[in-house]
């Protein structure tokens, strides 16, 4: 896809010099203006260096189950083989996604959708059954997340696409190598996410505190 990419960074004020962006991305016969895109190439480009080793990692594990599959013909086998299959993606990947933000595991869904042609909720129905993936949707939606997201290369995932785009053709370093989170580790990083939290806290307890006192004087 023909893409020309023109970013003008415009002066906000004199007085705090400070940036903001925008981009005028053309495809062909088709204009797109994007305020702050140098903000939010970086930020997408971001979460990309965490979730999409992921995404790679999990098609080709469904690839290779599904193939496992295929091969068999009687039903108790398959359904067998699926559920190893959804049990071998929670061994491996449970940790890991147990320890991403929101915005992080709404992007990981969509770029399933992207690598397997099939949402969330369709790789669990074709190895657990309707059942048990209307379950997980109706879970996952407390938790803020669409299981039955898709990939939309036209609109929400536009940079995502654009950025994918640049790491196939070598123009930005990108790592593939999966970094897998176990428990010990994902323990750990709770201590510290709850640590940091009550910090946060804390400060803005005393601020508050701050400000009251000098509302009083």
Same mark, same amino acid.
């Given at each position: ?7 003008? /960074? ?66 108790? !086998?398959?359904? #067998? ?8 993606? !929670? *061994? ?18 969509? /770029?399933?959708? =992207? ?14 059954? !309707?059942?048990?993936? #209307? ?21 929400? *995932?536009?940079?995502?696409? /654009? ?28 201590? *510290?996410? =709850? ?6 806290? !804390? ?5 508050? #505190? ?5 509302? #009083?004087?």
């Amino acid at each position: 896809m023909f893409r020309v990419v023109i970013t003008i /960074l415009l002066l906000s004020s004199f007085d705090s010099m400070a940036q903001d962006s925008t981009a005028f991305v053309q495809d062909v016969d088709e204009v797109k203006i994007m305020r702050n895109f140098k903000g939010r190439y970086q930020r997408r480009l971001d979460l990309m260096r965490r979730v999409y080793p992921l995404a790679l990692d999990a098609k080709v594990i469904l690839q290779q189950h599904q193939e496992e599959i295929d091969g068999v013909s009687k039903k108790r !086998k398959k359904k #067998k083989l699926g559920k190893e299959a959804h049990k071998t993606l !929670k *061994d491996e990947f449970g940790y890991n996604i147990r320890d991403l933000y929101i915005s992080e595991g709404k992007l990981l869904i969509r /770029l399933i959708h =992207r690598e397997t042609g099939m949402t969330v909720a369709e790789i669990i129905e074709a190895f657990e059954g !309707k059942t048990r993936s #209307k379950w997980y949707i109706g879970l996952a939606k407390l938790g803020g997340q669409d299981l039955e997201a898709e990939y939309d290369p036209e609109g929400e *995932d536009y940079l995502t696409e /654009l950025i994918i785009e640049e790491i196939d053709a070598g123009t930005i370093p990108f790592s593939f190598e999966t970094k897998y989170v176990d428990k010990e580790v994902f323990k750990e990083g709770m201590k *510290d996410y =709850r640590k940091r939290r009550r910090e946060t806290h !804390k400060r803005m307890r005393e601020l508050k #505190k701050s400000k009251r006192k000098k509302g #009083k004087s």
